[in-house]
């Protein structure tokens, strides 16, 4: 199988490609901005592109050659447009996205204050608005609404909580959002498919993250 990491010069773009290189044989293509002097991978299983997504006739062109996509990056709503564009364009189906908790509403308790008032409706807002783009029939999607990020290593511990459910864990770490990506990809049932992801750590149920 071709992974196609979108915004891949990210910390989890990063992390997912070692992760990927070391855990599957799947041949990986790293899209991002100047990704040629950011990304420092050997491996043979690698193509590296140098792309924006708003770049659609790059993007469509690298897409062709794609099983499955993870998008890194929801910030951008032109570029999020482009690629769900250049997915109907070239009839790809299978991706995954990593979005933030809030989108639904359904974080509850003082957590859920916090976290709005941290990232603003108008921030909530957007990531709505780019999920809805996604989050129809013709994509195979998985939406991975990620709380709170840190890092650290050896910790790839997650929970997931499904669509409707009130969302728990306050944090959550880079290294095990990396993993769950690996391990939705490595499965082959459709278990993961038309599906939306709470994504946190278990036992973090508090008022805000450990590390504000």
């Known amino acids: 199988m071709k992974i196609l ?3 891949a010069a990210g910390q989890i773009g990063k992390m997912l490609t070692k992760d990927l290189l070391d855990q599957t044989d799947n041949e990986l293509i790293l899209f991002a901005r100047k990704a040629s002097q950011r990304l420092q991978v050997n491996s043979g299983r690698v193509t ?7 770049n659609t ?16 990056d929801m910030n951008s709503k032109d570029g999020v447009a482009a690629i769900a ?4 364009v070239t009839g790809t189906k299978r991706i995954i ?23 603003g409706t108008r921030g909530i807002q957007n990531h709505k ?3 809805t783009l996604f989050e129809i029939p013709e994509f195979d999607y998985t939406i991975l609404r990620l709380t709170w990020l840190y890092n650290e290593e050896g910790n790839r511990n997650y929970q997931l909580t499904q669509k409707g459910q009130p969302f728990e864990g306050a944090q959550v770490s880079r290294q095990a959002v990396s993993q769950l990506v690996v391990d ?5 049932s459709d278990k993961y ?7 946190s750590e278990p036992d973090t149920n508090w008022d805000k993250p450990s590390f504000y």
């Open 57 to 72: 006739g790059l993007l469509e062109e690298t897409m062709k050659n794609a099983d499955a996509i993870y998008l890194n």
């Open 5 to 7: 990491i979108l915004g």
């Open 97 to 119: 996205l990593a979005s933030i908790l809030g989108i639904y509403d359904e974080v509850p308790g003082e957590f859920g204050k916090w976290n709005e008032r941290m990232v």
């Open 48 to 54: 590296i592109v140098d792309g924006d997504f708003t």
């Open 184 to 188: 939705i990809l490595k499965d082959e």
């Open 129 to 131: 608005d780019s999920v």
């Open 193 to 199: 498919l038309k599906t939306s992801l709470g994504v």
């Open 85 to 88: 564009k250049a997915m109907k």
